[in-house]
């Protein structure tokens, strides 16, 4: 039975089933108390005009013409066909009447008052089909649509993992060797905070959200480990504040500030350094800043982070207007804020 509904042509035979009976009910028996069989079986005869009718429009003049724009052509040709379809009616009720049938009188060919009802059913029936058909097609275009969307954004991750600063992997494999050699007890640890690092780039941040708590350990083993890199000269305040259980929100995010800030603001900076960042979950949105100073580099080339662009296009597709990203560059300090829900 899922295969059968599955089956497109199914859909189209009930509503045929469907808008005969309508008809044949409501328009028929309830208000001319026709009740013979025969009648019903008579009538049959004409949908398959009708039918022809609407697919001609679905498939030839739809996808022609008015998908085209070329409205006029449209309407006159659906004019043309629609009469084209009450001479084939009219021609039917006068075979009928000339064989003897008892439910179609003899009339004239092009009984005005007949001819003109027969019209207008018939653009009924083609406004009604288009309307479905239209709203068929506008659906499908949306769910094609948010598989696209659901596509790059896919796409646009993977390829942010790959922005996170290679240097960063060098220089950490680089001190934990030294760390080895010099048989550091801090040895073990770095191994496992680089381990969990590459796992959640690997494999936790494929998903379309993750819990903010791993997010969070995400970011504090990246600092960690940076702290290892810039030793005592650099110095981080990280502020958490509110309830961080149960919220998710869209992976490899926050990291593209953060590592913005240590490509950008410490290159060729050999003073000491601080950095400050915040994070607040509140009525439902998390606040994120990060403030660091501006090297004597970026402050004279104006070079700003490329990985930023990328998140600003991931933030647009995810949440469109409902967040705010304000970023500030004075040539001394560099202030991210970044307000989006969760």
């Known amino acids: 039975m899922y295969k059968l509904f599955k089956k497109r042509w199914l859909y189209h035979v009930i509503f045929w089933v469907c808008y005969y009976s309508w008809y044949c009910y409501f328009i028929i028996y309830t208000t001319y108390q026709i009740k013979d069989p025969v009648f019903y079986f008579e009538i049959m005869l004409f949908y398959p005009f009708d039918i022809c009718l609407v697919y001609f429009n679905f498939y030839v003049l739809i996808p022609r013409l008015l998908k085209n724009k070329k409205y006029i052509s449209y309407a006159a040709i659906v004019f043309i066909a629609v009469f084209i379809d009450a001479c084939v009616d009219a021609s039917i009720r006068l075979f009928y009447s000339q064989f003897g049938s008892s439910f179609f009188p003899k009339t004239p060919f092009f009984n005005l008052a007949s001819f003109s009802g027969a019209m207008a059913a018939r653009f009924y029936l083609l406004g009604l089909t288009s309307a479905i058909h239209l709203a068929k097609e506008w659906i499908e275009n949306q769910k094609m649509q948010n598989e696209r969307e659901k596509l790059y954004l896919e796409t646009e991750l993977n390829f942010l993992k790959t922005q996170i600063n290679p240097h960063f992997f060098f220089n950490t494999l680089n001190n934990l060797y030294s760390l080895a050699l010099n048989r550091s007890e801090?040895?073990?640890?770095?191994?496992?905070?680089?381990?969990?690092?590459?796992?959640?780039?690997?494999?936790?941040?494929?998903?379309?959200?993750?819990?903010?708590?791993?997010?969070?350990?995400?970011?504090?083993?990246?600092?960690?480990?940076?702290?290892?890199?810039?030793?005592?000269?650099?110095?981080?305040?990280?502020?958490?504040?509110?309830?961080?259980?149960?919220?998710?929100?869209?992976?490899?995010?926050?990291?593209?500030?953060?590592?913005?800030?240590?490509?950008?603001?410490?290159?060729?900076?050999?003073?000491?350094?601080?950095?400050?960042?915040?994070?607040?979950?509140?009525?439902?949105?998390?606040?994120?800043?990060?403030?660091?100073?501006?090297?004597?580099?970026?402050?004279?080339?104006?070079?700003?982070?490329?990985?930023?662009?990328?998140?600003?296009?991931?933030?647009?597709?995810?949440?469109?207007?409902?967040?705010?990203?304000?970023?500030?560059?004075?040539?001394?300090?560099?202030?991210?804020?970044?307000?989006m829900p969760v």
């Open 186 to 339: 801090q040895t073990p640890e770095v191994i496992l905070k680089l381990s969990d690092l590459m796992s959640y780039m690997l494999y936790e941040s494929n998903e379309a959200k993750v819990s903010l708590e791993k997010e969070i350990n995400y970011l504090q083993n990246y600092l960690d480990l940076e702290k290892l890199r810039f030793g005592r000269r650099l110095t981080i305040n990280f502020e958490i504040e509110g309830q961080m259980e149960g919220v998710s929100i869209p992976p490899m995010i926050l990291i593209l500030f953060v590592e913005n800030c240590f490509k950008h603001g410490l290159k060729d900076n050999i003073d000491q350094v601080s950095i400050d960042i915040a994070l607040k979950v509140k009525s439902g949105y998390l606040f994120f800043s990060i403030k660091n100073p501006v090297s004597a580099h970026i402050a004279s080339t104006g070079v700003s982070g490329i990985g930023l662009k990328n998140v600003k296009r991931r933030l647009d597709l995810l949440f469109k207007t409902n967040y705010d990203l304000n970023i500030v560059n004075d040539r001394q300090e560099y202030t991210v804020s970044l307000k």
